[in-house]
């Protein structure tokens, strides 16, 4: 998948804990969007960032979610006192500029919450 | 509001034949289409791509045609082989984010 790197690949959550997902894009990319699949659903929006800003967060829930990425690192999707829910394949994509090319995915995290 | 939308869930085609999958969308400002191809557990890999200027993209075997005026896209798979099982999503973009249907799970039968 082009070098984007997602980890944790499986992250088990209790309700209430909080999940953090990373996310490297492909070196020299700086444009990240998150994406989201339940089960048995297509992929769903989140949140477009390039570095150190939030340029569309229309697909984030209005509570207990966030995203970032900074300056330097990768960029983390933060879930805040999971719900069960939240529970989901997470991806992150990277692209090198507008999307007028390709973006690359990762290979998602999933996340249980028990 | 689903602005991407893939009718089909599942197809099967047979080893050797074309594969077709449709996608419809609704926003005209949409300026770039793409094709991913998504195995179970592992994230959607990039096949193929058209822009709105263009209404035929040919890469190997895939063949990704758009037909702007029926706000239409499809992608051709000829032959298809049994490794292009697989779910297919079809995605487009207005330059802040790509909006993907709801996959087509394609079966090609030996």
């Known amino acids: 998948n082009a070098g984007v790197m997602q980890n944790p690949r499986h992250l088990v959550r209790r309700r209430g804990q909080e999940a953090r997902l990373r996310c490297s894009p492909v070196?020299?990319?700086?444009?990240v969007y998150w994406y989201r699949q339940l089960p048995e659903e297509g992929l769903k929006f989140m949140v477009y960032?390039?570095?150190?800003?939030?340029?569309?967060e229309s697909g984030m829930p209005k509570e207990r979610f966030s995203a970032e990425f900074p300056k330097e690192g990768p960029s983390i999707l933060r879930i805040q006192q999971v719900v069960r829910g939240d529970s989901a394949a997470y991806f992150c994509?990277?692209?090198?500029?507008?999307?007028?090319?390709?973006?690359?995915f990762g290979q998602g995290t999933r996340l249980t919450v028990v | 509001d689903q602005q991407v939308k893939q009718n089909s869930p599942s197809l099967s085609v047979q080893e050797g034949r074309i594969s077709i999958l449709n996608c419809d969308y609704t926003n005209s400002m949409f300026d770039y289409f793409l094709w991913y191809k998504k195995y179970p557990a592992e994230g959607p890999t990039f096949l193929i791509s058209?822009?709105?200027?263009?209404d035929k993209n040919e890469d190997g075997r895939f063949t990704v045609f758009l037909n702007k005026s029926a706000k239409h896209l499809s992608l051709h798979i000829v032959p298809s082989q049994p490794g292009d099982s697989a779910v297919y999503f079809c995605a487009a973009a207005d330059g802040n984010q790509f909006y993907f249907g709801t996959g087509t799970s394609l079966t090609v039968i030996p």
């Open positions: 960032l390039q570095k150190e800003n939030i340029i569309d």
């Open positions: 070196k020299g990319h700086s444009h």
């Open positions: 058209i822009s709105s200027i263009k």
């Open positions: 994509a990277s692209s090198g500029g507008r999307l007028n090319t390709e973006a690359f």
